[in-house]
């Protein structure tokens, strides 16, 4: 019973590197999304899928790359990662059926860019 | 998307009943309350979900005067294991979530 697995769960990244946090769900959830958790705040979107081949922009994107390609993974890219980009990202999934509409999380990644 | 405000922290002591009241002014007539608990180093996790009146489940209730301008979130007895942030989001079926700072509840022994 995995839910939404995120890896990896911790990452230090160089300024400039580029890197690919992995999010899988094998609840056959159509939609996924990706947030950013920064210290003392909420959770604010970065990008979202409502199924394979869709993406859109959440509130936060600039300096992430999506894709989904499968109905299961929703990788998240950081193209040439910044000290702005440290924060701890979650990864979710729901079926997106109105009322009883449920987020499932993943684990989360932490990530420092140094 | 409806906006909701929420008392930034609470503090309790074990083994009393805690009260966390959500204001969301602008609810449509399609939204929903939904409510979602977050332990340090983990991800959100859905507690509780109503539309109007009240609504009970094993951990919590949910408290929705007819006007549905406000909720309150009821979790009976805490624990210390209770500590927490509890979100509080209006929900519109298909919409993206929108996740406000949240309720930071400490319990004290």
């Known amino acids: 019973n995995a839910g939404v697995t995120q890896t990896p769960k911790f990452q230090v990244l160089k300024t400039g590197q580029s890197m690919t946090l992995q999010c899988a769900q094998d609840?056959?959830?159509?939609?996924m999304s990706w947030y950013r958790q920064d210290p003392g705040m909420g959770l604010r979107l970065i990008h979202y899928?409502?199924?394979?081949?869709?993406?859109d922009q959440g509130e936060v994107p600039n300096g992430y790359n999506v894709s989904r390609s499968t109905t299961e993974d929703f990788p998240l890219r950081l193209l040439s990662a910044a000290p702005s980009q440290t924060s701890v990202y979650f990864c979710?999934?729901?079926?997106?059926?109105?009322?009883?509409?449920?987020?499932?999380f993943g684990s989360g990644t932490q990530l420092s860019v140094l | 998307l409806a906006k909701t405000t929420q008392p930034i922290s609470m503090d309790s002591y074990e083994g009393q009943e805690v009260n966390i009241t959500c204001s969301h002014n602008?609810?449509?007539?399609?939204?929903?309350i939904t409510w979602y608990q977050q332990f340090p180093s983990q991800g959100p996790r859905f507690i509780i979900q109503?539309?109007?009146t009240k609504v009970t489940n094993e951990v919590a209730s949910l408290f929705i005067p007819a006007d549905r301008k406000s909720s309150t979130l009821s979790l009976p007895r805490v624990s210390l294991s209770d500590t927490a942030v509890y979100y509080c989001?209006?929900?519109?079926?298909?919409?993206?979530?929108?996740f406000g700072p949240g309720t930071r509840l400490s319990v004290l022994p």
């Open positions: 109503g539309y109007k």
């Open positions: 609840m056959n959830h159509e939609y």
């Open positions: 899928s409502v199924g394979a081949g869709i993406t």
């Open positions: 602008n609810i449509a007539t399609n939204d929903y």
């Open positions: 989001l209006v929900v519109t079926g298909g919409q993206n979530f929108v």
């Open positions: 979710a999934s729901s079926t997106r059926q109105g009322m009883n509409e449920k987020l499932f």
